[in-house]
């Protein structure tokens, strides 16, 4: 059984930066692939980024390409997104993922096994 726990959310003008984090349990947390997607009222969960198990390989949505940054440091059991020059359409309650499938990044929604409860970010213009 994995649990992960998302932090870091919160309210942000536009063009200011956040970073989340999302630790999580278990001895095969640095075996797998993690994700980071986010969902907005009214729409449908997005991916936004992910990261391979030993943190060589990202991959991202182009919608936040060149602003966020995934990153993990596997002897804390914790993935961190870095997320500069925020947007209001960035405003979304954000998750994390894990596969316990593979090592390799996927954006698709359906490779991941467990999720955290997600935090809120909130982006004011």
């Known amino acids: 059984q994995v649990q992960l726990a998302e932090s870091g959310g919160g309210l942000v003008q536009a063009g200011g930066s956040l970073r989340l984090s999302c630790a999580g349990s278990?001895?095969?947390?640095?075996?797998?692939?993690m994700g980071w997607f986010r969902q907005a009222p009214g729409k449908e969960r997005e991916f936004v980024a992910a990261?391979?198990?030993?943190?060589?390989?990202?991959y991202y949505a182009d919608s936040v390409k060149g602003r966020f940054t995934s990153s993990r440091d596997n002897a804390k059991n914790t993935v961190y997104l870095q997320m500069n020059s925020l947007k209001p359409e960035d405003t979304a309650v954000y998750y994390c993922?894990?596969?316990?499938?593979?090592?390799?990044?996927?954006?698709?929604?359906?490779?991941?096994?467990?999720w955290g409860q997600g935090t809120q970010v909130t982006v004011s213009s």
């Open positions: 278990g001895r095969t947390f640095p075996s797998y692939a």
């Open positions: 990261i391979n198990c030993r943190g060589s390989s990202t």
């Open positions: 993922a894990t596969t316990t499938q593979y090592c390799g990044v996927d954006s698709y929604y359906t490779a991941y096994d467990y």
